[in-house]
């Protein structure tokens, strides 16, 4: 605004330029007038010179406190008049969802009790409006709006509009002759939008993962041997209804590169270069890269690491012959002193103990440097799942051949507070609970309890290991347990408690081999149920009637084994042994198989056993890579009255072939046999899910069918189970979330029930048909009292699984589809878990 300034003013001046006798501020409230007459270049015996005046003007407005200024003369007054700018109430933001005002404050520099002016407000609309950019939505509006309240106040309103998020509707590459606009596509970041692609939010446009698609365009050349390659031009278009971009990419291939000669020279003296030579990643004739370039500078930095060369510089001298399109390359190992460890300084540990970190390094200060030992170190640290990231630097020590180790680690929760449910159709609702603290007071301490509560079975664990016993590197522990198995659907013949505790000790027997081993005391108790025991007693007896009735060669054996009375027929009185005219348990338990007998009782178990361990994976929780293999054995018989061999061995294989891809393929197996005597129930095998998704837990294996509504699973004393799994990734945005996801298929089998009766005559097929008519009045042609699943045939089953970082804790569900079954197996096509960590 210029002042204005009265006709005959300004001629006055220009005639005299009068002396400013008196300086008056008319208009201000809040400023004082004195604060008013600071910012003007004039003062008080100055003349009215209009240069100054037009700067004060200038000054007045550049404060911001002000919406209008007037500068006037009369009588030797300077008159100022001003409008001051209205104080911010309060900011308002009006129809954001995608962004919550904390966000949106941020972006804001105006604050209540400031002074409001429009060009702050266009400020404050433009930082926003970047933020709705940086997320996708270009097609955001914001409009202010001001209130106006008493005492030259007002609220300050932003009205917003979000829109939806500006997708990539299509990319497109010009001058790509060598590959396919699909091949360049699946190179960038950026990903074009569609229907289905509902867990990603790569298909959002984003500036910066345009400038990041170029170079990824061009690393993807230089790797593919086209050297000259450069992206031309990058264009990104918005449609006018602001909703997509198109983006346009044009290339400049250049033509095809191969290597020429490789050369290293190796510039410490007690090292030869031909030593460097085995590390080379390219000959002479391979196609260029430049990955392999930066991946051989790497391995030839790790080779010197491993010689106590720490700050060793690789420089790589590129030679290009474009004519015969050959790139001759000479490695330059720079010389450079054998380095010692002067020292090994922690941080970011707040709740684990420098010396849990420092028992896992390979190297310890004074020690001669070796890369290969840096990097175990920080595998194992790694390993210990501690540490949500862990990364060890090498820098410069107080000499040339000293080099500290700065280990940097970034805790995370190591309590877990797990919740399992379920539903099953043979133990109805399944409960689990366990609570763990796997580094207790930071001392790396392992300490847990655990729960599983269902309709057939209770169950309460406390577990503590003690890593590094007594300062050495040996793991002790202890556990104590309690175990009652109530009569269920697939087990209706007994009830069984167990108590006890084992006692645990292990020890390395080298970097990745480990030998363990253990004690356990059990007592277990196991008692027939009497309403089964009636039935099996009423179902058998009336068996040997009939088969004496229609078996003649059978019958004159069967009755001289059961016909006490000898009165030519079986029934209930022949087993009265004492003629009191009742049957006790004892009697009524004639007819049952010996297997059945011998397991009823009370016992002890007294068992030592052993584990042997190899193991190489990156992380014992969530690996990716890595092999791990065990062989265990415990033998029940040192004391007690129970005597058996149980032999079991598992395995596990992880490898990440591309990025966010973790492919699984593992089993295991087992074998149990008696010594001198049967395998008890307690002691069998029982397998099913969650070890082998698609079934029940203990949904499969030998089966007997007393009665023609009714399986029991009697277990086995040998077992096998195969799994196969990809972890695959569902986009960025489903990352963010904590969600995974993977497919798989599981097989195995439960075989050698030692059980005693004739195996089922009958199909599956058979059998569902005749349960699914349901008609008593119609008999079953075959014999149900028989075994049934006591094969090593395999079962099979197919799934997807889905993890998810909750904010009430990990969630996983698993759907499996049963492929291959055997008669009597249960199936189970949901199972899921949910829990938390603390």
Request: proline share 3%; with cysteine.
């Given at each position: 605004?210029?002042?204005?300034v009265l006709?005959?003013?300004?001629?006055?001046?220009?005639?005299q330029?009068?002396?400013i006798?008196?300086?008056?501020?008319?208009?201000?409230?809040?400023?004082?007038?004195?604060?008013v007459?600071?910012?003007?270049?004039?003062?008080?015996?100055?003349?009215?010179?209009?240069?100054?005046?037009?700067e004060?003007?200038?000054?007045l407005?550049?404060?911001?406190?002000?919406?209008?200024v007037?500068?006037s003369?009369?009588?030797?007054?300077?008159?100022?008049?001003?409008v001051?700018?209205?104080?911010i109430?309060?900011i308002?933001?009006?129809?954001?969802?995608?962004?919550?005002?904390?966000?949106?404050?941020?972006e804001?520099?105006?604050?209540?009790?400031?002074?409001?002016?429009?060009?702050?407000?266009?400020?404050?609309v433009?930082?926003?409006?970047?933020?709705?950019?940086?997320?996708?939505r270009?097609?955001?509006?914001?409009e202010p709006k001001?209130?106006?309240?008493d005492?030259?106040?007002?609220?300050?309103?932003?009205?917003?509009?979000?829109?939806p998020?500006?997708?990539?509707?299509?990319?497109?590459f010009?001058?790509?002759?060598?590959?396919?606009?699909?091949d360049?596509?699946?190179?960038?970041?950026?990903?074009?939008?569609?229907?289905?692609k509902?867990?990603t939010?790569?298909?959002?446009?984003d500036?910066d993962r345009?400038?990041?698609?170029?170079?990824?365009l061009r690393?993807?050349?230089?790797?593919?041997?086209?050297?000259?390659?450069?992206?031309?031009?990058a264009?990104?278009?918005?449609?006018?209804?602001?909703?997509?971009?198109?983006?346009?990419?044009?290339?400049?291939?250049?033509?095809?590169y191969?290597?020429?000669?490789i050369?290293?020279?190796?510039?410490?003296?007690?090292?030869?270069a031909?030593?460097?030579?085995?590390f080379?990643?390219?000959?002479?004739?391979?196609?260029?890269?430049?990955?392999?370039?930066?991946?051989?500078?790497?391995?030839?930095?790790?080779?010197?690491?491993l010689l106590g060369y720490?700050f060793?510089?690789?420089q790589?001298?590129?030679?290009?012959?474009?004519?015969?399109?050959?790139?001759?390359?000479?490695?330059?190992?720079?010389d450079?002193?054998?380095?010692y460890?002067?020292r090994?300084?922690i941080?970011?540990n707040?709740?684990?103990?420098?010396?849990?970190?420092?028992?896992?390094f390979?190297?310890?200060?004074?020690d001669?440097?070796?890369?290969?030992?840096?990097?175990r170190?920080?595998?194992?640290?790694?390993?210990?799942?501690?540490?949500?990231?862990v990364?060890v630097?090498?820098?410069?020590?107080?000499?040339?051949?000293?080099?500290?180790?700065?280990?940097k680690?970034?805790?995370?929760?190591?309590?877990?507070?797990?919740?399992?449910?379920?539903?099953?159709?043979?133990?109805?609702?399944?409960?689990?609970?366990?609570?763990?603290?796997?580094n207790?007071a930071?001392?790396?301490?392992?300490?847990?309890?655990?729960?599983?509560?269902s309709?057939?079975?209770?169950?309460?664990?406390?577990?503590?290991t003690?890593p590094?016993?007594?300062?050495?590197?040996?793991?002790?522990?202890?556990?104590?347990?309690?175990?009652?198995?109530?009569?269920?659907?697939?087990?209706?013949?007994?009830?069984?408690l167990?108590?006890?505790?084992?006692?645990?000790?292990?020890?390395?027997?080298?970097?990745f081999?480990?030998?363990s081993?253990?004690?356990?005391?059990?007592?277990?108790?196991v008692?027939?149920?009497?309403?089964?025991?009636?039935?099996?007693f009423?179902?058998?007896?009336?068996?040997?009637?009939?088969r004496?009735?229609?078996?003649?060669?059978?019958?004159?054996?069967?009755?001289?084994?059961?016909d006490?009375n000898r009165?030519?027929?079986?029934?209930?009185?022949d087993f009265?042994l004492?003629?009191?005219?009742?049957?006790?348990?004892?009697e009524?338990?004639?007819?049952?198989?010996?297997?059945?007998?011998?397991?009823f009782?009370?016992?002890?178990?007294s068992i030592?056993?052993y584990?042997v361990?190899?193991d190489?994976r990156n992380?014992?929780?969530?690996?990716?890579?890595?092999?791990?293999?065990?062989?265990s054995?415990?033998?029940?018989?040192?004391g007690?009255?129970?005597r058996?061999?149980?032999?079991?061995?598992?395995?596990?294989?992880?490898?990440?072939?591309?990025?966010?891809?973790?492919f699984?393929?593992g089993?295991?197996?087992?074998?149990?046999?008696?010594?001198?005597?049967?395998?008890?129930f307690?002691?069998?095998?029982?397998?099913?899910g969650?070890?082998i998704?698609g079934?029940?837990?203990?949904g499969?294996g030998?089966?007997?069918?007393?009665?023609?509504?009714?399986?029991?699973?009697?277990?086995?004393?040998?077992?096998y189970?195969?799994?196969?799994?990809?972890?695959?990734?569902?986009?960025?945005a489903a990352?963010e979330m904590g969600?995974?996801?993977?497919?798989?298929?599981?097989?195995?089998?439960l075989?050698?029930?030692?059980?005693?009766?004739?195996?089922?005559?009958?199909?599956?097929k058979?059998?569902?048909?005749?349960?699914d008519?349901?008609?008593?009045d119609?008999?079953?042609?075959?014999?149900?009292?028989?075994?049934?699943?006591?094969?090593?045939?395999?079962?099979?089953?197919?799934?997807?699984?889905?993890?998810?970082?909750s904010?009430?804790?990990?969630?996983?569900i698993?759907?499996?589809?049963?492929?291959?079954?055997?008669?009597?197996?249960?199936?189970?096509?949901l199972?899921?878990n949910v829990?938390?960590?603390?």
């Open positions: 605004m210029t002042p204005r006709a005959q003013d300004a001629a006055q001046i220009a005639q330029v009068p002396v006798r008196q300086i008056s501020v008319i208009g201000s409230e809040r400023v004082e007038a004195e604060t007459a600071s910012y003007l270049t004039v003062k008080t015996g100055d003349r009215f010179e209009a240069g100054k005046l037009d004060s003007l200038k000054n407005f550049a404060t911001g406190l002000f919406s209008d007037e500068l003369q009369q009588n030797g007054v300077l008159i100022v008049r001003v001051e700018n209205p104080i109430n309060r308002v933001f009006e129809g954001n969802k995608r962004l919550d005002n904390d966000k949106l404050i941020e804001v520099r105006l604050r209540p009790r400031m002074v409001f002016t429009r060009a702050k407000v266009r400020s404050d433009q930082r926003m409006m970047e933020l709705y950019r940086r997320s996708g270009f097609a955001a509006i914001i001001v209130v106006q309240l005492q030259n106040r007002v609220d300050l309103i932003f009205e917003v509009q979000e829109g998020k500006t997708k990539v509707s299509r990319v497109n010009i001058g790509n002759h060598k590959y396919s606009d699909g360049l596509r699946d190179v960038m970041a950026t990903k074009e939008a569609r229907w289905w509902i867990f939010s790569n298909d959002t446009f500036p345009l400038a990041y698609d170029q170079q990824q690393q993807h050349y230089l790797n593919e041997g086209y050297a000259d390659f450069r992206v031309a031009s264009v990104s278009e918005l449609t006018p209804d602001r909703e997509d971009f198109f983006i346009t990419f044009t290339l400049e291939e250049g033509e095809l191969h290597f020429g000669k050369n290293v020279v190796s510039e410490i003296r007690d090292v030869d031909r030593l460097f030579e085995a080379l990643l390219m000959r002479e004739g391979d196609i260029y890269s430049a990955k392999r370039i930066e991946d051989t500078i790497e391995a030839l930095t790790n080779a010197a690491g720490a060793v510089d690789i790589p001298q590129v030679d290009r012959d474009r004519e015969g399109r050959i790139i001759n390359i000479t490695f330059t190992v720079k450079a002193p054998r380095v460890v002067e090994i300084n941080h970011g707040v709740r684990t103990l420098d010396k849990v970190i420092r028992r896992e390979r190297l310890q200060e004074g001669a440097f070796n890369s290969a030992l840096v990097t170190s920080e595998s194992r640290l790694d390993r210990l799942s501690f540490f949500r990231e990364e630097e090498k820098t410069q020590g107080s000499e040339p051949d000293r080099m500290v180790l700065d280990v680690v970034e805790e995370q929760a190591t309590g877990e507070l797990n919740l399992g449910a379920g539903f099953s159709s043979l133990e109805n609702f399944i409960f689990d609970f366990s609570i763990r603290e796997r207790l930071g001392r790396g301490q392992d300490l847990s309890l655990g729960l599983r509560l309709g057939y079975t209770q169950q309460a664990t406390l577990s503590f003690e590094y016993f007594m300062g050495r590197n040996v793991a002790a522990g202890g556990d104590l347990f309690i175990t009652r198995t109530e009569p269920g659907i697939y087990n209706t013949a007994y009830s069984s167990s108590r006890g505790f084992s006692l645990r000790a292990g020890m390395a027997i080298s970097e081999w480990t030998l081993t253990r004690y356990t005391l059990r007592y277990d108790t008692k027939p149920v009497d309403s089964y025991i009636q039935s099996y009423d179902y058998s007896v009336s068996s040997l009637q009939t004496i009735e229609n078996d003649d060669a059978a019958a004159p054996i069967l009755l001289d084994r059961y006490l009165d030519g027929k079986i029934d209930a009185t009265d004492n003629g009191d005219g009742a049957l006790s348990q004892d009524q338990l004639d007819v049952f198989p010996q297997y059945y007998r011998e397991s009782g009370s016992y002890w178990q030592i056993g584990t361990g190899f190489t992380n014992l929780i969530r690996p990716t890579r890595g092999h791990s293999f065990y062989f054995q415990d033998f029940a018989g040192l007690g009255n129970v058996y061999l149980k032999t079991r061995v598992n395995f596990d294989n992880y490898w990440t072939p591309w990025e966010g891809w973790t699984r393929i089993g295991e197996s087992g074998f149990v046999e008696g010594i001198g005597e049967n395998v008890r307690s002691d069998k095998f029982y397998i099913g969650p070890r998704r079934f029940d837990a203990g499969i030998p089966r007997r069918f007393a009665q023609a509504t009714n399986t029991r699973s009697e277990g086995g004393t040998a077992y189970i195969g799994r196969g799994e990809l972890f695959f990734p569902l986009g960025d990352l969600i995974n996801a993977s497919a798989f298929v599981d097989v195995g089998s075989w050698r029930g030692q059980l005693d009766g004739e195996k089922c005559g009958f199909s599956l058979e059998y569902n048909d005749y349960i008519l349901g008609d008593p119609v008999d079953f042609p075959y014999n149900l009292d028989c075994i049934a699943g006591d094969s090593p045939s395999p079962r099979v089953a197919v799934g997807i699984g889905f993890s998810w970082q904010p009430f804790g990990p969630f996983r698993d759907l499996a589809k049963t492929l291959r079954k055997q008669l009597g197996d249960q199936t189970q096509t199972q899921f829990g938390t960590t603390f």
